[in-house]
């Protein structure tokens, strides 16, 4: 029996970054044989804020020059 899925934040701005984060993060779950992980996306951190404590996160991805 897999794993349940492990479920990523990202916080970012450019969604080209977005995009390739998911698909790496695609290619290591499958590569492991694991459940491809659920993302969401946060454009910035006042909806981070609003997301973080509706969700349980194992990963956070942070871009440290948004507001």
Request: aromatic letters at 4%; hydrophobic letters at 50%.
């Amino acid at each position: 029996m897999a794993p349940p899925p492990m479920r990523v934040l990202i916080v970012e701005d450019e969604n080209d970054w977005i995009e390739l984060m998911t698909l790496a993060l695609e290619d290591e779950a499958e590569d492991r044989k694991v459940p491809a992980p659920k993302v969401d996306t946060a454009p910035d951190a006042d909806a981070a804020r609003w997301l973080m404590p509706v969700n349980v996160y194992h990963l956070i991805s942070l871009d440290m020059r948004i507001p």
